[in-house]
């Protein structure tokens, strides 16, 4: 497999590499000048062939050709709504999501949210791209998903209009599979994802008042950063 290194802005040309990106490619890979690989901007959704000019640890130079649309996109409008959870469980749901293609990751908080980020939930932020830009990296995605939050839920459900919207419940009379059968491929979907301790009655109605409908996933109960990656392939990897 080709190998995909990430580079913003593409345009063809020479150019030098940030410190970053340069040991990467040339530490990491052990990449060599003249050597050939994929440079891939997931903010614009493009790429193009590249070749090491310079194996400069710190300033590598390489040459780009004209960019061109990335193949792999996320070809469905799914978003995910997940009650964020502590120590690196979001890290692991946006990995897990952004190589399952999901386009949206909505982080938002309940009243039985453990973790409460407050400011540093700004902090965070630049490591959870790095995260979405990593796992589009290794799964060959050329973009990413958008990453939004973490904000309160009524604020989250405002963000499902407009699709076929759910919500995880395991006392709920439908089923995901019941929901989905009748809906066509290309149709945008939302789901919701509670927290360990689940959504209480108030957010279960103020999320059937936005329009998501309960659903129940499978027969055991799942941890909440299982049921996000066992939902999202059974939404994705169906629909593809």
Do not use: N
């Not at 009524?154 to 989905?180: F, I, N, R, Y």
Request: proline letters at 7%; one cysteine or more; glycine letters at 8%.
């Amino acid at each position: 497999m080709t190998l995909r290194v990430p580079v913003s802005a593409l345009s063809a040309g020479e150019r030098a590499l940030d410190h970053a990106t340069s040991r990467y490619l040339v530490k990491v890979h052990r990449s060599r000048v003249g050597e050939a690989f994929t440079a891939f901007d997931v903010d614009a959704g493009l790429e193009a062939d590249a070749r090491l000019l310079s194996a400069d640890p710190r300033a590598a130079r390489i040459r780009l050709g004209t960019p061109r649309p990335a193949p792999v996109v996320s070809p469905l409008p799914v978003t995910l709504l997940w009650a964020v959870g502590k120590a690196d469980k979001p890290e692991a749901v946006i990995r897990d999501a952004t190589a399952l293609g999901v386009r949206r990751i909505v982080l938002c908080t309940t009243e039985r949210t453990v973790v409460r980020l407050g400011e540093r939930a700004e902090a965070r932020r630049p490591r959870w791209q790095s995260v979405a830009r990593e796992a589009a990296r290794q799964s060959g995605r050329g973009d990413v998903p958008e990453l939004v939050g973490p904000v309160p839920l009524a604020e989250a459900l405002a963000l499902g209009a407009g699709s076929v919207a759910m919500v995880l419940d395991p006392k709920a009379e439908l089923t995901l599979a019941q929901v989905l059968a009748p809906t066509p491929a290309s149709t945008p979907l939302s789901v919701l994802i509670g927290p360990e301790g689940g959504l209480d009655d108030g957010e279960l109605a103020a999320a059937a008042q936005a329009g998501f409908r309960a659903v129940r996933f499978g027969r055991l109960v799942l941890r909440t950063e299982t049921a996000a990656v066992a939902v999202l392939g059974a939404l994705l990897g169906g629909r593809t």
